[in-house]
């Protein structure tokens, strides 16, 4: 599952007993080593289904990590483009690949941003905020959007109940929970909490129009239905 050159199994515990933040710090050097960094398959599959949305102007990589998803920005932005994220110890790895992007360590729940940018993305970070979060997450992703601006993301599909990836995901969920009953500060990482449905009704609520667009790129599930969906969140023109 990890390269030679990845974390250690101490590295990984001493990861999982922290708070999400320092636990990134820690694993910050090595993260793009590990299954944890958005495969370069799925980011190109975003970026080829937003060029025909485009052209945008500004873009937004919001909790950005070590920076993959900046490439994304990069290809379909015409502007410049900015990565947000809270853990130092990821921005000063995306620094380091990414001189030419703007940089800003912040709470994604607080972002600091007025509404400068044409495109957001993200990429695998949702887990990282609880349910009752995330409608907060999409008002302040909203307020940094100009008029007309669209927020887009990845969103797999949920694995056929019974299967091994079903399981695996139970059990991941399961152990997560544990942990943070017994162990504190709490790492928060449930995504089997972030379903399609709840994630439609909260860009609504939050003020955004919501389209899904295929990634025909990533395949197709047995009943001929698409294994990603990219989630397209627009905000509103100005009156």
Known sequence: MFSPEGPTLRELTAQALSSVEHGYDLLATKFDTTPFRTPDRLLGAVADALEPLGPFGTGLDVCCGTGAGLS???????????????????????RAAHPDATLVRADALALPFAPAFDLAVSFGAFGHFLPAELETLF??????LRPGGTLAFPLPAPPRVGS???????????????????????FVMYYRTFRLTDVHDRLTTAGFHVDLLPLPSLGAREDGSPRCRLVVARKADAA
Do not use: I, K, Q
């Not at 994304?72 to 995306?94: N, Q």
């Open 164 to 186: 091994a990836p079903y399981w695996a995901l139970w059990a991941f969920d399961t152990a997560m929970r544990v942990r943070n009953a017994l162990w504190h500060p709490p």
């Open 72 to 94: 994304v920005l990069r290809s379909v932005c015409a502007g410049p483009v900015t990565g947000v994220d809270f853990s130092a110890g990821m921005l000063a790895e995306a």
């Open 139 to 144: 008002r302040r992703v909203h307020a940094s």
